[in-house]
């Protein structure tokens, strides 16, 4: 069964304490990992689209790399408004993008 | 760019009423989704289509029913709506089926008393 895991659920970091959010996943033709931010009461923002493994992304603060089983997202030198749920989705053949339940990272002064 | 907008925010409902989401993308995007969000689970996909025309069940279709009116436009009925359909709902487009990332809508978050 196609399965996405994220971990760890929550994460509170202090300002400037770099850590990593991990998504593993159980898949069969992996076409592609996203990842999301998702702030409280809206939508999920597209962040990143990782397609093979050994891929890496970049954007600020925040980067993705992928491998055959997992992907993390690292965060160098958090500020409090980086914090948001993370969500993690694999994509699966031409219909099928399997969502994670998300880390919920809070990032204090 | 407004990207993808949703009508109404907020909606609450009796058991047994209906209602439509309404959801608009103006990127010129060929495939739309429908979504579903509860606490500690994954964004569950309701039906999409892939293209103007078209529409498939997702992986929780009971309950819903949709209509792709244009290129622009997808919306999601709740014929006759149940406690367990109390949710988010967000609407989401992509450039082509599987291929594209998917952009997603604000959200309408719904109660059905």
């Known amino acids: 069964e196609d399965q996405v895991t994220q971990s760890p659920e929550a994460l509170r970091l202090q300002e400037g304490e770099s850590s990593s959010l991990n998504c593993s996943y159980t898949?069969?033709?992996?076409?592609?990992l996203f990842w999301y931010r998702q702030d409280p009461g809206k939508g999920p923002e597209f962040l990143f689209t990782l397609y093979s493994a050994g891929e890496e992304k970049e954007k600020e603060r925040l980067k993705a790399t992928l491998t055959k089983k997992e992907s993390f997202l690292h965060i160098t030198a958090p500020k409090p408004e980086d914090s948001a749920t993370y969500l993690c989705a694999v994509q699966v053949g031409t219909d099928k993008l399997i969502f994670g339940t998300g880390t919920r990272l809070q990032v204090f002064p | 760019n407004a990207g993808v907008t949703q009508t109404p925010k907020f909606q609450v409902l009796k058991t047994g009423q209906s209602m439509t989401l309404q959801c608009a993308q103006d990127m010129n995007h060929n495939s739309m989704y429908w979504y579903r969000q509860d606490p500690g689970m994954g964004l569950r996909l309701i039906y999409y289509?892939?293209?103007?025309?078209?529409?498939d069940k997702g992986e929780v279709p009971n309950g819903y029913n949709v209509s792709r009116l244009n290129k622009r436009e997808f919306s999601l009925r709740l014929e006759s709506a149940a406690p367990s359909q109390t949710s988010v709902y967000f609407c989401?487009?992509?450039?082509?089926?599987?291929?594209?990332?998917?952009?997603f809508g604000p959200g309408t978050r719904l109660t059905v008393l």
């Open positions: 898949v069969s033709g992996l076409r592609g």
């Open positions: 989401a487009s992509s450039g082509a089926l599987g291929v594209d990332t998917q952009y």
């Open positions: 289509s892939a293209s103007e025309g078209t529409t």
